[in-house]
């Protein structure tokens, strides 16, 4: 762990220690955004922190359950003890799991997953708000195309992402005119290790889709990082689905 008082915009960054999380953190170091790594098992980002410090970039490894409200307020007053400001928050943690038809799933599995990708959101950015107002934050929360079209067996995945679609609304609702802004951002099918488990469940088609046809998490990584720096106006409350017209925005604002 670093605890540098960093120069400028600082972020929170859930699920960061591989995939889309871990490239998002190096998407915001190479904008000059600090990055603190809130993660289960804070030595699975090693390699992340290793590789957002060589950047020249201070970074943070704090030990968070999204599940948990008492943890990731814990996560987020770690950060504002060592760097005193809060500037975005990406909620990408979430779990695909349990993969099934909804009768063979298991109740307490199935209310996990929403525990984990919408109350988890929720305990994030109910922890952050207060800092996020203070410097007219950002909030991005990592949604899926899944949470739009329904999935074969995939109904607490589906059920979850599509309440943290509205999540987004609603904070941009309540908060946009105080300065926070909102967006959800659907990356499309990326290599990640989410996918090996899709792929091994043999459920939809999604799991038969060949894995060099996967995206790799810098693509995805590359918009949430310009979405959260740049705080676009028009695309506001939005869950946005990462089209190449989205793309060639990011890459036109930030090459």
Do not use: F
């Not at 030595?43 to 590789?51: C, I, K, N, Q, S």
């Not at 509205?166 to 990326?190: H, I, K």
């Not at 459920?203 to 990584?221: D, F, G, H, Q, T």
């Amino acid at each position: 762990m670093t605890s540098n008082t960093p120069p400028g915009k600082t972020a929170l960054i859930t699920g960061a220690s591989r995939g889309i999380g871990a490239a998002v953190a190096i998407a915001l170091a190479r904008r000059g955004i600090a990055t603190a790594l809130a993660v289960r098992r804070p030595e699975a980002a090693h390699e992340v922190l290793r590789a957002v410090t060589a950047l020249g970039l201070p970074c943070l490894v704090v030990a968070c359950d999204v599940a948990s409200e008492r943890s990731v307020r814990q996560a987020v007053d770690a950060v504002l003890a060592s760097w005193g400001r809060l500037d975005v928050v990406i909620n990408n943690a979430g779990q695909i799991e349990p993969i099934g038809h909804m009768h063979e799933t298991e109740p307490v599995a199935w209310a996990n997953a929403v525990q984990v990708n919408l109350v988890g959101a929720y305990n994030v950015i109910y922890a952050a708000l207060p800092a996020l107002l203070r410097v007219k934050g950002s909030v991005v929360n990592v949604s899926t195309g899944a949470a739009h079209t329904p999935r074969e067996g995939w109904s607490a995945y589906c059920s979850s992402k599509a309440a943290l679609a509205m999540l987004t609304r609603c904070v941009a609702t309540e908060y946009a005119p105080r300065g926070v802004c909102a967006y959800g951002l659907q990356p499309g099918l990326v290599d990640t290790e989410m996918q090996v488990r899709i792929r091994a469940s043999g459920m939809n088609e999604i799991s038969r889709v060949p894995r060099e046809k996967l995206a790799p998490p810098e693509r995805a990584a590359g918009v949430i990082a310009w979405i959260a720096d740049e705080r676009p106006g028009d695309l506001v409350g939005q869950d946005l689905a990462l089209d190449e017209a989205l793309l060639e925005r990011a890459l036109a604002a930030h090459p």
